[in-house]
Nanobody, 121 residues
């Protein structure tokens, strides 16, 4: 079991910035792909950004050029730097760890509890 704890959410004005962090438990963090998802009220949970174990990144079109995902394997941490925030970025943001298919054929996915981001004037 991997525990994920997010932090850094809050209220910010349009055009502002926030930095979300997610700290993972255990000693296999460097082997996981890490994702940030978000879910707005009444909507499905959508993928925002991904960083692989080799630090390749991918972003949803809606956040490209504004958000940056990064990881620090020494600190078991993945961060999401969010700039030029818009009201439509308002959502609960979730961190996710994906082990990928392991040698035993199993794959495990773990979620954090979420952190609220509100973009409003």
């Amino acid at each position: 079991q991997v525990q994920l704890v997010e932090s850094g959410g809050g209220l910010v004005q349009p055009g502002g910035s926030l930095r979300l962090s997610c700290v993972a438990s255990g000693n296999l963090f460097s082997t996981y792909a890490m994702d940030w998802y978000r879910q707005a009220p009444g909507k499905q949970r959508d993928l925002v950004a991904t960083i692989t174990s080799r630090s390749s990144t991918n972003y949803a079109d809606s956040v490209k050029g504004r958000f940056t995902i990064s990881r620090d394997n020494a600190k078991n941490t993945v961060t999401l730097q969010m700039n030029s925030l818009k009201p439509e970025d308002t959502a609960v943001y979730y961190c996710r760890a994906d082990t990928g298919v392991l040698s035993d054929g199993q794959r495990y996915v773990f979620w954090g509890q979420g952190t609220q981001v509100t973009v409003s004037s």
